[in-house]
Every structure is written in C-alpha cells, then in structure tokens.
C-alpha cells in the first residue's frame, strides 16, 4: 500500500472518529428509527465502497483509494459499533416510537 492510500486511510479514520457513530445521529433525530444507526451507516459505507465515478470520458475513474478507505472505515468499525449502539438504545427508540403512536392515536378524529 503506498504512503499516500495509508495517509488517506489514516485520515478517514480521524475524520470518522470525530464525527461520532451512526447511533447518536439516529437518537438525536425527530424520528429515531430502530437500528437507525446500522441502516445510516451501511448505506453511507456501500455509497463509497461501491460508488462508479466512470463516465462515457473517462471510463478508467472508477474509484479511488481514499473513497474506499473511507467506505471500509464505515461497513467494517462504524456499522459494527452502530449495531452494538443501536442495541442499548433499543428500549429508549422503541418508547419513543410508542410515545408519538399514542400521540397520533390520540390526535387522530374519533370515528362516529
């Protein structure tokens, strides 16, 4: 591996590490979803991983190392790390989800 695929790793690893896991993004949103976090993550880490920067001009750009270091960073700590997350905040999504049912419950017209 050259010293600059290394650099761009290490470099996505920092960035990754600041920005914080996909499960405090998905408990801090108006609509937390269950295992939010490991959904986030996952699709965030295969739109690097997998993304086909090709074109009918330049059919040689496919992906470059730091996208894919990048998109590793994602699928192989962060979705991991997400799904342990998502699991101890399972009960706290799961009442929030059952507070804003009966909230919409309560809102909805009673049928006559």
Known sequence: MGKNVLAACAAAL???ALSGCGTVENVHRDNPLVYGGVREMGA???QFCFRN???PEHPDRILGG???C????FLLIDTPLSAIGDT???PYVLYLKAQRDRL???LKPAAE
């Open 14 to 16: 920092a960035l990754g």
């Open 44 to 46: 965030l880490g295969c």
């Open 53 to 55: 920067d090709s074109t």
């Open 66 to 68: 730091f996208e894919f």
């Open 70 to 73: 990048i998109g590793s960073y």
């Open 88 to 90: 101890l905040t399972l």
């Open 104 to 106: 919409a419950d309560s």
